[in-house]
């Protein structure tokens, strides 16, 4: 099993989208997976669930907020599994093709009140090191997947919020994979040297802990993805090419396929409870360069 969280600083660079059909493809190939959402918007939930469906069977009982709940109650230890539902429109497409399968822990609108929880339970905003809930609450997502019930997951796909907050923080932790999306633009590719800077301020910090006691964590970063990018004739428009070229001068590896932007496809895709990647009579280059995305994607996680 490879865990990948999905995460940037910057809203609306297609964290959720890149997520969602990495996903939906690895599974249309015949892989499980599961999608776990950890942002409080639970976009990544609506794409895939109708929000009415959301709120009459899951809402109450069967999100992530309320097994962050039961993680704060029991002190850091919880199963997961009966969070985990499958999609059904989606996994009527993919059954068709392949004996793949897509889950799906669903978010909450609430969840920011369980990044507070946390931090009032670690002692205050600041994560004091010296709590003895550090190491249990930071490992909460890691120690859930380790339970025989996950075992037949292939690929775990994590779509973090953009911020770095305490339920951001127990995804970071649990996986193997970080994977950036973002935007050609200044805004979206300024704060990726900040992000692999907190990333790696974390990794330092909970290794001092786990020192001797737990198992020490090393989370790679997998490479940034463009998004929504636009071309001309001759190939991503020239403004771009700078933010393009950008990872490589801050020594961050880039995933050689980017995705195209495309409003039309990706508006519908939501509503109708299937990624772009699975919309029938779509636009066939956007779907191709989610194809490829995904066999990089693999390619990189299974060198
Ligand atoms: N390649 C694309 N072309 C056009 N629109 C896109 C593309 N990818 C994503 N979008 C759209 O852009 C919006 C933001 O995408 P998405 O929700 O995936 O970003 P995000 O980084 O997850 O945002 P947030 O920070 O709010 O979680 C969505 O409306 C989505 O449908
Ligand atoms: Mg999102």
Known sequence: MTVVSVINYKGGVGKTTVTANI????????????????????????????????ERELADDRTILQWFG??????????????????????????????????????????????????ADLGGSRF???SPRFLPLHRALASALAAPAFEAYQVVLIDCPPNFTMVTRTGIVASDHILIPARPDYLSTLGID?????????????????????E??????????FTMVQYSSQG????????INHPATIEIPRF????????????????????AVLLPNANINVQYELQQLTSEFLAKIRP
């Open 23 to 54: 996903g939906a493809e690895l599974a249309y190939r015949g892989h499980k997976v599961l999608l776990i959402d950890l942002d409080p918007q639970a976009s990544l939930t609506f794409s895939f669930l109708d929000p009415s469906q959301w």
């Open 70 to 119: 039961t993680v704060l109650n029991d002190g850091g230890t919880a199963p997961l599994d009966r969070y985990v539902i499958a999609p059904t429109m989606v996994n009527d497409i993919i059954s068709e093709h392949s004996a793949g399968r897509l889950d799906l822990v669903p978010s909450h609108l609430m969840l920011t009140d369980a990044d507070l929880d946390f931090a």
């Open 128 to 130: 004091q090191h010296g």
């Open 194 to 214: 900040y992000l692999r800077k907190k990333v790696s301020e974390l990794v330092t910090d909970f290794n001092r802990v786990a020192a001797g006691k737990v």
């Open 216 to 225: 020490q964590i090393s989370p790679e970063i997998l490479g940034i993805v």
């Open 236 to 243: 991503p428009l020239l403004a771009l090419r700078d933010f």
């Open 256 to 275: 050689a396929t980017m995705i195209r932007d495309n409003k039309t496809l990706f508006a519908a895709a939501g509503e109708q409870g299937l990624p």
